[in-house]
């Protein structure tokens, strides 16, 4: 789960930047915070790419502390989203 903004700039590309959480199913809990641009796409849907900073009190995920992310988050026409997280090692 997260929030965050989006920014139009003046040559259409999109600026974002959020927080939020992921949350294992063990129930531990990862906070991102993170930013990213994006562009628009064929009927609406929306196209993001950026980098995300962890931080976590779980031993099991600790690396994560120290390690970014990149992503990919797309929205479909209908608005259906798709995120994919790769840790940066």
Do not use: C, H
Not at 52 to 72: C, D, I, M
Not at 74 to 88: A, C, L, M, Q, S
Request: aromatic residues 14%; hydrophobic residues 35%.
């Amino acid at each position: 789960m997260g929030t965050y903004t989006s920014v139009v700039r003046p040559d259409a590309s999109l600026y974002r930047e959020g927080q939020g959480a992921i949350f294992t199913a063990e129930g531990e809990m990862v906070a991102w915070k993170g930013s990213g641009q994006g562009k628009f796409g064929p009927g609406g849907a929306i196209s993001y790419r950026g980098i995300l900073y962890f931080q976590t009190t779980s031993q099991k995920l600790a690396r994560l502390n120290a390690a970014p992310g990149v992503f990919e988050y797309e929205v479909d026409p209908e608005g259906k989203t798709r995120t994919k997280i790769w840790e940066w090692k």
